[in-house]
């Protein structure tokens, strides 16, 4: 069986053929376009497996999608945002694929417990921080998809006292407050003269009280949305990554504190809340396994 794996993300889609192994290997990289998204994505699978016979493919798209019809309507990429039949254009290049589609954040927890940081750890709450707020979740070692294959999507918990408008049209979503564009903003908001995560987070560990602050910020609110989430599923770890998880200490810091003030039930000891082990291509690792 020859097997292939995508990823689409609203900046870059990633796509590889899958090893004996069950991992991707040598993932290729591409910049997801402003316009021509889908022509993009079908050069690079032909790019993946130039006439090879692909039995299965697995993909992890941007929520959120629909298991049901194959389609995807992911806020981040706006020429797909009221829907795109993704599995019938897949279908069109590799006619004689079964595909198998999840939301990226349901795979970033897959390919976690399945290669990662939750190796053996049958439940597990997945987030993904970094332009948005993703995420997913694997109970008894499958993915919870839910009825139409968003559940686990915790960057639309709504968290106390934000009132800012999120792009799923919504108001006060925890995507509107950690995610590191929202972060960067309200920094701005307050003086702080630099433009990405990147740069927030290393004035923060540099000592800038400003961006000091909205980490802080952004860390209790991930804190109070991760210690409802725990409480719903009953999940023993959570695995944080993404680019925005990287900050280090000033947002790691505030989301466990603000756990340990919220997560009080005693079915919640020894709730572990660990970094994503396997980087930028977690999410490449879930749609890979989706192939098994």
Do not use: Y
């Amino acid at each position: 069986m020859t097997a292939l794996a995508l990823d689409i993300g609203g900046t870059k889609m990633t796509a590889a053929l899958v090893g004996e192994d069950g991992r991707p290997q040598n993932p290729v990289t591409v910049p997801t376009p402003e316009s021509g998204v889908w022509p993009a994505c079908a050069s690079l699978l032909r790019k993946i497996a130039p006439g090879q016979h692909i039995d299965r493919i697995g993909v992890a798209c941007s929520g959120p999608v629909n298991l049901e019809s194959g389609s995807v309507a992911p806020i981040n990429i706006d020429e797909w945002k009221n829907g795109f039949g993704l599995s019938e254009h897949i279908s069109a290049v590799l006619p004689e694929a079964d595909i198998r589609l999840a939301m990226d954040g349901s795979a970033a927890a897959l390919g976690e417990h399945r290669f990662g940081a939750a190796v053996g750890v049958p439940d597990v709450l997945s987030l993904v921080v970094s332009t948005g707020i993703g995420g997913g979740l694997v109970l008894g070692g499958k993915i919870v998809a839910g009825a139409s294959g968003n559940a686990g999507h915790i960057g639309h918990i709504v968290v106390p006292g934000s009132t800012t408008p999120c792009a799923c049209g919504g108001i006060g979503c925890v995507e509107t407050v950690s995610s590191g564009p929202s972060a960067v903003r309200w920094a701005r908001e307050l003086g702080w003269t630099g433009s990405t995560g990147t740069e927030l987070a290393a004035d923060a560990t540099a000592g800038d009280p400003i961006a000091i602050t909205s980490l802080q910020r952004a860390g209790v609110a991930l804190g109070q949305a991760i210690a409802s989430a725990v409480a719903l599923t009953d999940v023993r770890m959570v695995v944080i990554g993404g680019g925005f998880a990287q900050a280090g200490p000033p947002l790691w810091n505030p989301i466990q504190e603000s756990i340990g003030l919220h997560a009080r039930l005693k079915f919640l000891d020894g709730l572990q809340v660990v970094p994503a082990a396997l980087g930028g291509l977690g999410t490449l690792a879930g749609a890979a396994a989706l192939t098994a």
